[in-house]
């Protein structure tokens, strides 16, 4: 079992900044990637990933985000991050952590979210 707590969401204006953590808590061992995915307030539209950093240290990131947002972790605090800057209205999204902690295939954990609007 795997807790995920997402805060740090905001108000901000476009161009401006903001840090997202996950705090992260039970069997955080078997953690294999951790990643941000949004969803934007609209009908129809669906969740999806922001970026990730596997365990090993790697991320990636989709190609819209590239070069303005950075994922990091903190192992002391079971904390991951993402750092957003030059932020954009189209970033205006709930944003959640996922866990995928599966063996024989992915198994995820979802954090509850967390509200990002930018304004122009």
């Known amino acids: 079992q795997v807790e995920l707590v997402e805060s740090g969401g905001g108000l901000v204006q476009a161009g401006g900044s903001l840090r997202l953590s996950c705090a992260a808590s039970g069997s955080i061992d078997s953690i294999k990637v951790l990643g941000w995915y949004r969803q934007a307030q609209a009908p129809g539209k669906q969740r999806e990933l922001v970026?990730?950093?596997?365990?090993?240290?790697?991320?990636a990131y989709r190609d819209s985000v590239k070069g303005r947002f950075t994922i990091s972790r903190n192992n002391a605090k079971n904390t991951v991050y993402l750092q957003m800057n030059s932020l954009k209205p189209e970033d205006t999204a709930v944003y959640y952590c996922?866990?995928?902690?599966?063996?024989?295939?992915?198994?995820?954990?979802w954090g509850k979210g967390t509200l990002v609007t930018v304004s122009s």
């Open positions: 996922n866990a995928d902690v599966g063996v024989d295939g992915p198994f995820y954990y």
């Open positions: 970026g990730l950093i596997h365990s090993d240290g790697n991320t």
